[in-house]
């Protein structure tokens, strides 16, 4: 399957301030790359996704940026709040299969 | 929103023994997988199922099986159980996509220790 590497695997930056996670991938046919967030104790939940023919998406605070050439793509999270710590997991998938392969997740937390 | 409800919730096994945890799903979703969460490890595919009485390798597939006896249904089975088995263990559905992976809903988790 595809290999997916993810860093850092923790991260913490002052309440305000960004926090950019990075991951790259092996598969250049691969064309879906969600990003997951699993809070203490909870199910990772989907929070942000890109496809292939696009090269940013943003929603509120989320930034996701993807370099197909450079098979890296990555998650940036604008004016970090208490409530943003948790585990993040990027992932990727392969056209016409249904399957996720995930990064090794990044702890993130966010001090006040 | 998706419901996935895994069973048990949690589990303590003995070294040997057999263990079946299960998922059940009520999404009418064709895709369900199996993760097994270790720390640094991130979530690593067991098996999946695109289709009742179907299930397809995923990446650590060695020690375990699995069962599809429905579209709602898929378990996970531990024939002889190991202390290396001892992970959360996440049961996930997912709508088949157009052009590859759709969103995947994940239940709560099954926290087995193996002793």
């Known amino acids: 399957g595809e290999q997916v590497e993810q860093l850092p695997s923790i991260l913490r930056v002052q309440e305000g301030s960004s926090a950019s996670i990075n991951c790259s991938y092996e598969?250049?046919?691969?064309?879906?790359f969600p990003w997951y967030k699993q809070e203490p104790g909870e199910n990772p939940k989907l929070i942000i996704d890109?496809?292939?023919?696009?090269e940013r998406k943003q929603i509120q605070e989320l930034i996701v940026l993807l370099d197909k050439k450079a098979k890296r793509f990555s998650l940036h999270i604008t004016d970090t709040q208490p409530g943003d710590s948790a585990m993040y997991f990027c992932?990727?998938?392969?056209?016409?299969?249904?399957?996720?392969?995930f990064g090794s997740g990044t702890k993130l937390t966010v001090e006040p | 929103e998706a419901a996935v409800t895994q069973s048990p919730r949690s589990k303590v096994a003995v070294t040997g023994g057999k263990v079946t945890l299960s998922c059940h799903q009520t999404?009418?979703?064709?895709?369900m997988y199996w993760y097994r969460q270790d720390t640094g490890h991130g979530l690593r595919l067991i098996h999946y199922?695109?289709?009742?009485?179907?299930?397809e390798k995923g990446d650590i597939p060695d020690g375990y099986k699995a069962s599809r006896p429905s579209q709602e249904n898929f378990s996970l089975i531990l024939e002889l159980a190991s202390l290396s088995q001892t992970a959360v263990y996440f049961c996930?559905?997912?709508?088949?996509?157009?052009?590859?992976?759709?969103?995947?809903?994940f239940g709560s988790g099954t926290r087995l220790t193996v002793l």
């Open positions: 598969d250049s046919a691969s064309n879906y």
């Open positions: 992932a990727a998938s392969r056209p016409n299969y249904n399957v996720l392969y």
């Open positions: 999404n009418n979703h064709d895709y």
């Open positions: 199922s695109y289709v009742a009485d179907s299930t």
């Open positions: 996930a559905s997912s709508d088949r996509g157009g052009d590859g992976a759709e969103t995947l809903y």
């Open positions: 890109i496809r292939s023919n696009m």
